[in-house]
C-alpha cells in the first residue's frame, strides 16, 4: 500500500474520547480479501500523538 497516493480530504472525524481530528488524506478503491470474499475499501490516515509515550503515530482506518 503506497501512502504516497492518498488525496485530500475536507473532513473532519470524533473520536471515541470526543477529540476531533482531520484525516491526512484518503485511499480509495483498496482490494481487501476476507476468506473467499473481496471488498474495494476506503481508508482514511490520520496523525495521532500517543498519549503514552508522547510520540506520534499514524493510525489507519478503513
Do not use: H, W
Not at 11 to 25: D, E, H, K, M, Y
Not at 47 to 59: A, C, P, V
Amino acid at each position: 500500500m503506497n501512502f504516497d497516493d492518498q488525496e485530500p480530504t475536507g473532513i473532519t472525524i470524533q473520536l471515541a474520547n470526543r477529540s476531533i481530528v482531520q484525516p491526512l488524506g484518503v485511499l480509495e478503491d483498496v482490494l481487501v480479501q476476507v476468506n473467499k470474499l473481496i471488498f474495494l475499501a476506503y481508508f482514511y490516515g490520520l496523525d495521532i500523538e500517543d498519549e503514552t509515550l508522547g510520540k506520534g503515530s499514524t493510525l489507519i482506518l478503513g
